[in-house]
């Protein structure tokens, strides 16, 4: 099994390698996706030889339909601050198109003053 699994000098004894690998991994695989796995050792005399795993789908986990959802009110709070984000780039190019107007006005106005003066 340690052959198989590429750790041939790591997790010497069983309750490591079924602490911080086989736990980690069923556990996390059955709170991320709609995977239920569980598992038995299997023994002969003293020594764990063999790992049965049991994998079933929760059809009432969702997975799918929450991630979706998920992903659905993310990109919507993304395209929420995307929409502010541009308001206020609308709000200052308005702001600089006022000025550039008064800008010119007072050009024109000052021309105006040089042919009277």
Do not use: H
Request: with cysteine.
């Amino acid at each position: 099994m340690r052959f198989l699994l590429c750790i041939n000098d790591k997790f010497l004894t069983w309750s490591d390698l079924k602490r911080f690998v086989i736990d980690k991994s069923v556990n996390e695989i059955n709170n991320k996706s709609d995977l239920n796995i569980s598992y038995e050792p299997k023994k002969i005399g003293r020594s764990f030889t063999d790992i049965e795993f049991f994998i079933d789908v929760d059809p009432d986990a969702n997975f799918l339909e929450n991630k979706l959802r998920a992903e659905f009110y993310l990109g919507k709070i993304k395209m929420n601050k995307l929409t502010k984000i541009e308001e206020k780039i609308n709000s200052i190019n308005e702001k600089i198109k006022k000025i550039d107007d008064k800008k010119k006005l007072l050009i024109s106005q000052k021309k105006n003053l040089k042919k009277i003066l």
